[in-house]
């Protein structure tokens, strides 16, 4: 079965770095999104990419953050300067069209030390 | 009024009880509804989609009434495995809200 990859699985990094997060998604999918969720809290969306740019994004992706689909099969989350509440996991999903349903990966556990 | 909200649970329940819970959203636009299922510290994956005229798949159990715009999961039979949190997600446009989730534990 095709599935959603990323690496690394575990990131620790100190505050005030920069971090990428990688995701290989499902080879013929169109959209594509990074989420996170806050140890015991809710999966949040972060942000949605279609047709090479950002459809939606929420609050919580500000100019801090950055997406980007660099050669037609990776889709990187950036973190330009870490914080401590960035700690979470992020999940980075994908899907074939607006209506089904979403792959997730296995997530990245990103600690902001 | 949050995008999609769930009962917490936790919900304990005994090997081969039945269990239900819902979960309401807030955008009537909304055109895709599904019920995903995460383990402690894993992604989550989907547990099965919601159809407007309910839907079965072995013990399970949805139903979508989009005139009150709440969606029910039920599991009859529980089984020990079906200890998990069971995510909501609702689709308003492309992105996939998710609720924050209903635990279930099932004991033997």
């Known amino acids: 079965e095709p599935e959603v990859t990323q690496t690394p699985s575990h990131q620790v990094t100190q505050m005030g770095q920069e971090v990428i997060l990688r995701c290989v998604p499902i080879?013929?999918?169109?959209?594509f999104y990074w989420y996170r969720q806050i140890l015991g809290q809710k999966v949040e969306f972060l942000v949605s990419?279609?047709?090479?740019?950002?459809?939606?994004k929420s609050e919580i992706f500000d100019d801090q953050f950055s997406v980007e689909r660099p050669d037609g099969s990776n889709f990187t989350l950036k973190i330009r300067s870490t914080k401590l509440e960035d700690s979470a996991m992020y999940f980075c999903?994908?899907?074939?069209?607006?209506?089904?349903?979403?792959?997730f990966g296995q997530g990245t556990r990103l600690t902001v030390v | 009024r949050k995008e999609v909200e769930q009962d917490p649970g936790p919900f304990n329940v005994p090997e081969g009880a039945t269990v239900a819970f819902n979960c309401t959203y807030s955008?009537?636009?909304?055109?895709?509804f599904f019920w995903y299922r995460q383990d402690c510290r894993k992604e989550p994956k989907l547990l099965m989609s919601?159809?407007?005229s309910g839907n079965e798949d072995g013990r399970f159990t949805a139903q979508l009434n989009r005139a009150s715009q709440y969606i029910s999961l039920l599991i009859r039979d529980s089984k020990l495995s079906d200890s998990a949190t069971y995510l909501c997600?609702?689709?308003?446009?492309?992105?996939?809200?998710f609720g924050a989730g209903t635990t279930v534990t099932v004991r033997a």
């Open positions: 999903a994908s899907r074939d069209t607006g209506g089904t349903q979403a792959f």
């Open positions: 955008n009537s636009a909304s055109q895709s």
């Open positions: 997600v609702v689709t308003p446009g492309h992105k996939l809200s």
């Open positions: 990419f279609y047709n090479n740019e950002i459809s939606e």
């Open positions: 080879s013929n999918h169109l959209y």
């Open positions: 919601v159809y407007s």
